[in-house]
């Protein structure tokens, strides 16, 4: 592993050198990269991120958790590696592609909804996104194809990059209440409606939060839905057309 200045770890992705014969011999038959990865993605969805480690991956693996280190250093490398293996779940509109119903506009949407839906799929890809830099292959081809389909937007240099973060910032922080959200419902065994029919009832018999509850009552009722998902379908589809028309506007304007 490639360390930075004052020993601080950079990337699994910048490892130059050779990997090492093991810690207790020979590589390992019937384990690879992948392998490892797949069940470490395996794992995080189904245990999270606070549950995992090198010993219960081991386990799952049938293997020691010596026989691991044959192929990480650590813990970090394997949760940068799963990281970007679930970006590699990422479809990916061509950002050339200019035919009718492929405008950057709706490649954008297509973009965002695309990193919506994983961040709601894998609620650990929210805390490991913020730690890690980010620049595996599956990563590094959606910033590339996210960067592309800005610049075609006809936004000016300089306004590139916060179009980007003002829809990609967005999305993450949807996508990670929304995780966050589904990841608390499975925990109780009740549907997603149920927990928030319950929920509302709590926090509405409560006196401190009763009176917020009653003032967000209309505006509740006014987005329509009949369900939590039609609910949260709702609110990031406009919010999202409010991010295109800000762009639209701003390219209007020079």
Do not use: C
Not at 15 to 28: A, S
Not at 127 to 140: C, D, V
Not at 188 to 204: E, I, K, L, Q, S
Not at 214 to 235: F, I, N, P, Q
Request: hydrophobic letters at 40%.
């Amino acid at each position: 592993m490639v360390k930075a200045a004052g020993n601080a770890r950079t990337s699994v992705w910048l490892e130059t050198r050779t990997r090492r014969g093991g810690r207790g011999g020979g590589q390992p038959s019937g384990l690879d990269r992948t392998r490892i990865t797949d069940a470490t993605v395996r794992l995080l969805d189904a245990e999270g991120l606070a549950r995992f480690s090198m010993r219960r991956l081991a386990t799952e693996l049938k293997v020691t958790a010596m026989s691991v280190y044959w192929y990480v250093d650590t813990k970090d490398d394997l949760l940068e590696l799963a990281l970007d293996a679930v970006f590699g779940e990422l479809r990916l509109p061509d950002p050339e592609a200019e035919g009718e119903g492929e405008d950057w506009r709706e490649q954008l949407r297509m973009l965002a909804t695309e990193y919506r839906a994983l961040l709601v799929r894998h609620p650990w890809l929210s805390p490991l996104a913020g730690t890690f830099l980010n620049i595996g292959p599956n990563s590094l081809a959606f910033s590339r194809v996210v960067q592309r389909v800005i610049r075609r937007t006809g936004l000016p240099a300089h306004g590139l990059t916060g179009a980007i973060s003002a829809v990609f910032q967005f999305v993450y922080g949807y996508g990670t209440i929304e995780g966050h959200f589904f990841a608390r419902v499975a925990d109780t065994g009740m549907t997603p409606d149920d927990y928030f029919r319950h929920a509302m009832t709590t926090v509405n018999e409560s006196p401190t939060t009763a009176d917020v509850i009653e003032e967000s009552r209309a505006l509740m009722a006014a987005r329509g839905g009949d369900t939590v998902a039609e609910m949260m379908d709702r609110d990031f589809t406009f919010a999202l057309d409010l991010l295109v028309a800000g762009i639209e506007a701003m390219v209007k304007r020079g």
